[in-house]
């Protein structure tokens, strides 16, 4: 893949795409102040920003280096999967 963007194009996609992450910090933050028992809106909220992160990350990545959103889910897998195997291995 010949991709076009640079490096600090990149930093910065990979930056925004962790903003909604903040957002689920504060949730969490509301949920220990204010009483009350709702761990499974929590687990659907950190879903539902984990899909947006995620999108924003492919999203991103694909208008950077001018690809596809396939190559660029696929410039985004390829080494998460081989760092969770060599993860996996080592610590076993």
Request: proline residues 3%; positive net charge.
């Amino acid at each position: 893949m010949s991709g076009q963007g640079t490096r600090e194009d990149l930093k910065l996609i990979v930056s925004l795409a962790s903003i909604p992450y903040l957002l689920s910090l504060f949730y969490i933050f509301l949920a220990i102040v204010i009483p009350g028992k709702r761990d499974y809106q929590l687990g659907i909220i950190e879903i539902l920003i984990w899909i947006f992160s995620l999108r924003i990350l492919i999203i991103g990545v694909a208008k950077v280096q001018k690809i596809s959103h396939v190559f660029a889910s696929m410039n985004i897998a390829i080494p998460t999967i081989v760092i969770t195997i060599l993860y996996l291995i080592l610590r076993y």
